[in-house]
């Protein structure tokens, strides 16, 4: 089934231990749509400015990824400055340009209307819900957010939160959206908020899914996925997106929302956040095929499993 | 098959957002051998002093634990005293009083010289290898430590690596002992110092353990462990050497080391480190069974994974 995302296609200048990169294409969309290429078809809403050519786009074609949703507006692309010098897990922005972004208004192509999974990266949650309510069809819908937005828009996000099949986002992310310290407590509180399912990101320790209990106070479960233990992270840039594109991508080629499916949807996210961070940018997800992602996830597999 | 034990048998005062409590029987021995008690025997070497009594005593004797190695001295107990009022995962020390453990002189009773396995709980690195050349014909030996050596008597702690199979430190332990900030490359240079494995303690992350190289400068392997995710931790005294229990006392009840044991050992460590957390001290440890551990086991399991 086919999967619609909705987020920022961008230029970031990036700077790691592991050295730098200036300009290159990236955005939330950008990662996504790239991880979830290898599983199923994607289709992008995103707004891009003057300075975005043939070769990004190519970046997307070469991935068979739909980019009639990509409007140009006069202008520049969003741009994004950040380092990761002191700490590889948090990147610290030095830098950010919304540019076209400010004004865009998601357009949604109508062959994008078949589309079956719809994920919202992180943006602006009354975009958000206007692309969720202009598409009401879909199976399936996925969110991302941060702490901006749940800090200072939390009215609007919360009315995101509502029509979420699967909210994706950090421990700390969890922690202040629920106002609780205990991550399980702060799970089921995140829950009662909408979500059926919430994947809470654990960066290098990977990530835990909490699944609402069948009835109100029940018991929630969850399940755990690895992250690689890695000799080096390159660039971790993109590993959030990346790790959402895989679980979703996987979800989509699939086609049901089993436990099953789910576990093994949680495993492919994982493998393309390990992939992306092994390389600058976009490139490491740019160049790979289905049978690197499926030794890697077999990778995962061994490094978790008691048999 | 035996272990003994080498460590700390204390008292602790702790404080943690759950409540508190004075003076309750405690220290690195204490948690690892009633953990390890589920699995098989244990032997326990330390020192107390003259506030050590039948009550403590029964503490052991009820989980069937040999304490004729724990050696009584004039005067009191060591003393800790501690709060995790602001962090789970750190503990605040109020006061350390070493008393009778100032000159604790570990003392190996005849009866557990055959013990195969040995396990050197965070003590002074001179005394642990003091015991591990006393027992020269242990069949594995595996022990732990902490900052404070590392830092300020790490030449001692080196000649007890170079003795260990296993070591099982937690993450920032591991980077200050290598000197690396990327974890991978952290255990790559702990394992070259004598461990054939290095088990790194994640805190709420669960555990992953680095198998050495079968050739210098070959990969290593790694195991991730989930901890499960409590919705109350009524008090994380002791998480890490009742993990440590756990670990050791199923490799020893199995008598092998294969990487299946191992993986099933890594299993029992979080088992044992999540009981442990629900109440305040040793308390939830004295009074478990086989059957609610086994159980819990595979609750792990279902936690991980895919089938």
């Given at each position: 089934?086919?999967i619609t995302v909705v987020g920022s296609v961008a230029y970031d200048s990036v700077e790691t231990p592991a050295g730098k990169y200036d300009r290159r294409l990236a955005g939330a969309a950008t990662y996504f749509s790239l991880a979830a290429s290898y599983f199923t078809d994607?289709?992008?809403?995103?707004?891009?400015?003057?300075?975005?050519?043939?070769?990004?786009?190519?970046?997307?074609?070469?991935?068979?990824?739909?980019?009639?949703?990509?409007?140009?507006?006069?202008?520049?692309?969003?741009?994004?400055?950040?380092?990761?010098?002191?700490?590889?897990?948090?990147?610290?922005?030095?830098?950010?340009?919304?540019?076209?972004?400010?004004?865009f208004q998601p357009k949604i192509p109508d062959a994008y209307r078949d589309s079956e999974f719809l994920f919202l990266a992180n943006i602006d949650p009354v975009l958000q819900r206007r692309v969720r309510e202009a598409m009401p069809h879909v199976k399936l819908v996925a969110?991302?957010?941060?702490?901006?937005?749940?800090?200072?828009?939390?009215?609007?996000?919360?009315?995101?939160?509502?029509?979420?099949?699967?909210?994706?986002?950090?421990?700390?992310?969890?922690?202040?959206?629920?106002?609780?310290?205990?991550?399980?407590?702060?799970?089921?509180?995140?829950?009662?908020?909408?979500?059926?399912?919430?994947?809470?990101?654990?960066?290098?320790?990977?990530?835990?899914?909490?699944?609402?209990?069948?009835?109100?106070?029940?018991?929630?479960?969850?399940?755990?996925?690895?992250?690689?233990?890695?000799?080096?992270?390159?660039?971790?840039?993109?590993?959030?997106?990346?790790?959402?594109?895989?679980?979703?991508?996987?979800?989509?080629?699939?086609?049901?929302?089993?436990?099953?499916?789910?576990?093994?949807?949680?495993?492919?996210?994982?493998?393309?956040?390990?992939?992306?961070?092994?390389?600058?940018?976009?490139?490491?997800?740019?160049?790979?095929?289905?049978?690197?992602?499926?030794?890697?996830?077999?990778?995962?597999?061994?490094?978790?499993?008691?048999?």
């Open positions: 089934m086919a994607v289709r992008v809403i995103a707004v891009v400015g003057e300075d975005f050519g043939a070769e990004q786009e190519g970046v997307f074609k070469a991935r068979k990824i739909d980019i009639q949703g990509i409007e140009r507006a006069p202008g520049k692309t969003f741009f994004w400055q950040g380092s990761y010098l002191e700490n590889l897990n948090e990147a610290k922005t030095h830098q950010t340009d919304l540019n076209v972004f400010a004004g969110g991302d957010t941060m702490n901006y937005w749940i800090k200072d828009h939390k009215s609007a996000l919360l009315e995101v939160l509502k029509g979420l099949d699967i909210l994706l986002i950090n421990d700390t992310e969890t922690r202040m959206l629920a106002g609780k310290d205990n991550l399980v407590l702060a799970a089921r509180h995140v829950l009662s908020l909408g979500p059926k399912t919430l994947v809470v990101k654990h960066g290098e320790y990977g990530a835990t899914a909490f699944f609402a209990p069948e009835k109100p106070g029940g018991a929630i479960r969850a399940f755990r996925a690895p992250a690689l233990p890695l000799d080096e992270v390159v660039d971790p840039t993109g590993a959030g997106d990346s790790f959402a594109g895989g679980l979703f991508g996987y979800l989509a080629s699939q086609g049901d929302v089993t436990p099953s499916t789910f576990r093994r949807a949680m495993f492919y996210g994982g493998v393309m956040g390990s992939f992306a961070v092994e390389r600058f940018g976009t490139e490491r997800l740019q160049g790979l095929d289905r049978k690197e992602v499926d030794a890697r996830f077999h990778l995962f597999r061994e490094l978790t499993h008691l048999e």
